[in-house]
Nanobody
Framework: QVQLVESGGGLVQAGDSLRLSCASSGVTFSSYTMGWFRQAPGKEREFVVVIRWSGGWTYYADSVKGRFTISLDNAKNTLNLQMNSLKPEDTGVYYC???????????????????WGQGTRVTVSS
């Protein structure tokens, strides 16, 4: 049974940094993709960044490119998201997600991910 637990959210000011973590268990697939998504109040869940299980490939949304960094610590079964130079528009609930199998072209679509954490809230004040 796959379980994902996010942590690290909080209230910060614009320009600050935060580091989110997603502790995983039960991810025993031979290949998989892990991603971060976020959902702002009143908006749909949107793609932030994705990483392939081997860690050799990542893809960032244009809105976070150059500011956010995803990493996967396989020894600790933890997915991390370092967020720098935060902006008010980064506010939302951040979710980590896992998709079993090969990374396909629809990796930005939330519905293709079969496993989700409960989310951690990030609020960036101006």
């Amino acid at each position: 049974q796959v379980q994902l637990v996010e942590s690290g959210g909080g209230l910060v000011q614009a320009g600050d940094s935060l580091r989110l973590s997603c502790a995983s268990s039960g991810v025993t697939f031979s290949s998989y993709t892990m991603g971060w998504f976020r959902q702002a109040p009143g908006k749909e869940r949107e793609f932030v960044v994705v990483i392939r299980w081997s860690g050799g490939w990542t893809y960032y949304a244009d809105s976070v490119k150059g500011r956010f960094t995803i990493s996967l610590d396989n020894a600790k079964n933890t997915l991390n998201l370092q967020m720098n130079s935060l902006k008010p528009e980064d506010t939302g609930v951040y979710y980590c997600a896992v998709r079993a199998g090969r990374t396909l072209a629809d990796f930005r679509v939330p519905s293709v991910y079969g496993y989700w954490g409960q989310g951690t809230r990030v609020t960036v004040s101006s």
